[in-house]
């Protein structure tokens, strides 16, 4: 052993087993202070840590327990504990290890260190190792956009807050560790996992100097309205935006007077017809064996008979052609199935009439089909209405020559139409299948359709309902949205990043409206990362707020639930750079699939048996002695593992400037005030 090495030992190891070791200290102290030659080290601290060496490396220990046991002396009192000959143990783990000379922290432990080896304090360049705080930024040159040469500092890692163990010795996660894979905060209300969270944006977007994080893309689903309150210090060069959800006429309120210039405002918009099947069947609640079928066709149908003329489903006059011999089809087959039904003469012509009213080709109308509809049934073929019964029996034939074999009906090709289109195509889709002998699909369906139809008139889901004649560019085309949600403009034929953070406030939306909005939106983004070339060029992280509302382990007794959407984007986004950051203070009710693709985990205060319990399934690798203090954590303190940390660290969260929205009432305040008070709250 070097000889510095050895004016640091303060014990030997005197127990080895497979889960711990026991250090005891060298007699003659009176306490657990040890003083060293660069400092005074008090070792007694749980959490923190000693070294052993090993020919070229130390085995990293953490303190996990404390004890004393008397010694017996001749003339003691036996009421007194004698400090100074009394004996000392550590109980300590092993935890990683790392070179003597120079070299980086390894988290793990492949030899153990043998009896009587000797126990070294740890000093503050061990620390620095363990800790992982000695990389520097980075100096480099990039060039613009014009080709200019620029220089800029990029750092490797960002503070996240002080050590809850070395008193404000910072803690430090690497970058590309922490934002290159997905990422939990978890802990019970009022723990301040929302601090955390803008806490780590804030921290992203706080560097001064050139080279500032304007490349990054944060999407945050706030479902507390929390979040907009915390860009307010940061610089300006950083853009926003921000699209609220809301009742139509409601006032959104301005940005404050410091994010003026650098935010837009908007009502938060989601166009149905960029929803996907399933999404439809999770809005309307569509159950899978009946209703979804008939929901996939009414889809399908809303783009065989488009609301706006202009807009091509695939381009080509032979295809058109067919196109139209479907259109002929569906509507011939359901005509002469309501001539053949069992309803009076007058109910089979409004039917028919209101069906062409709003569906009709230029064979199948109102002009070319009305004629044959007026018969008196009864009288003979001979008899004073002859024109009538010949007139019918040419309907008949025009409808029978457009009847085909049953044909493929195009699918749901995401073409704009209204929701009261989709009403209308929803009862022709009925009509069809009953033509088609399936005459119950009426009453299994009746739920859909009423379903819909509340959909339609609840002005909740009014962000859904974009107008079909007045279109914009992000309306159209799911890429052109998802590029205005990121801050991606195309300029000169080539992209350009306008913004950095995109806030969607849902604070003002139900649980099933967050679902579905989150849901459609995530898929939106991963669908845009996985066709983007080069893929993984310009990363996405979305922010989770309350994930175990719409990322539930439970599965939907729907057709679909959200979850689905995430549990996708958990495993497999990060090969195309969509990564989530997941916020809940219920992991035990968070997707475990979710969670068990996070790579890096901020732990709170959590008290839950449920939910510790969860979390000690999710991590096999931490001391149960670590575990332990989760109950007990102060507010604002968390523990950090993963890949972005050496090694799990109690951490106090480094202070968010400003905080979210999401301070705790001050009950005495509110509750004790002079009569008539004046309030805070504005009409």
Known sequence: ???????????????????????????????????????????????????????????????????????????????????????????????????????????????????????????????DRIFNVELSSETETKKNAAGDEQKGSIPHNIEIGTSAIFKGYPVKSRLDELFGGHLAVLGNTGSGKSCTVASIFQSVFMKPEAF??????????????????ALDNIPTWIKSCYLKATEPGMRILDASEKRQTAEIKDRFKLPHWFMSVNEWALLLRASEKSQLPALQTALGLTTLFQETPETQVMEGKAVEDSLKVIRNHVLAKIIISILHSDASSPSKVDRILALLNTFSTDEISNDTVSDGLYIDFGQFKDGPRTDTSEKYDKLLELLKAHVKDDPALPGYGNIPFSFERLQD???????????????????????????????????????????????????????????????????????????????????????????????????????????????????????????????????????????????????????????????????????????????????????????????????????????????????????????????????????????????????????????????????
């Open 425 to 683: 195509a929803l009862d022709l889709a009925l009509f069809y299948e009953e033509a088609s002998g399936n005459k119950q699909i009426r009453e299994y369906c009746s739920q859909l359709v009423t379903r819909l139809k509340s959909v339609i008139d609840n002005p909740d889901y009014e962000f859904l309902r974009a107008d079909v004649g007045a279109l914009q560019d992000h309306d159209r085309e799911p890429t052109q949205y998802v590029d205005r949600l990121l801050g991606i403009a195309v300029d000169g034929g080539r992209y350009k990043k306008e913004r950095q953070i995109c806030i969607i406030d849902l604070n003002d939306a139900s649980d099933e409206i967050v679902e579905l909005a989150s849901a459609v939106v995530a898929r939106l983004i991963f669908d845009r990362m996985r066709r983007a070339d080069p893929r993984n060029a310009m990363p996405v992280h979305l922010i989770l707020e309350e994930a175990h509302r719409y990322i539930s382990e439970k599965p939907s007794r729907f057709a679909i639930d959200a979850g689905i959407t995430f549990q996708r984007i958990a495993k497999e986004g990060r090969k195309y750079g969509a990564f989530l950051i997941v916020a809940s203070q219920r992991p035990s009710e968070l997707s475990k699939t979710v969670l068990s693709q996070c790579n890096n985990f901020i732990i709170h205060r959590i008290q839950n048996p449920d939910d510790l319990s969860q979390i000690r399934q999710m991590t096999p690798f931490i001391s149960e002695t670590v575990l332990r203090r989760l109950p007990s954590l102060p507010k604002q303190h968390a523990l950090i593992f993963g890949n972005s940390v050496n090694i799990p660290t109690t951490f106090r969260v480094r202070d968010a400037d400003p905080t979210p929205n999401s301070n705790d009432t001050q009950v005495r305040d509110i509750w004790y005030v002079p009569t008539d008070p004046k309030t805070s709250w504005t009409a």
């Open 212 to 229: 500032a994080a304007q490349g990054a893309a944060f999407v945050i689903f706030d479902v507390n309205g929390e979040y907009r309150r």
């Open 1 to 127: 052993m070097a000889r510095d090495d050895a004016s640091r030992a303060i014990g030997k190891i005197i127990s080895v087993s497979a889960d711990r070791l026991v250090v005891e200290l060298h007699g003659g102290s009176d306490n657990f202070t040890i003083v060293g030659f660069d400092d005074i080290h008090y070792v007694a601290t749980l959490g923190s840590y000693l070294t052993v060496p090993m020919q070229a490396e130390y085995v990293v220990l953490e303190v996990v327990g404390l004890r004393e046991k008397d010694t017996p002396q001749p003339r003691a009192s036996q009421t007194e504990l004698d400090k100074a000959s009394s004996a000392k143990f550590l109980d300590v783990v092993p935890v990683g290890s790392m070179p003597i000379q120079g070299g980086s922290f390894r988290f793990g432990v492949s030899t153990f260190p043998p009896l009587y080896a000797d126990a070294l304090y740890a000093r503050d360049e061990d620390l």
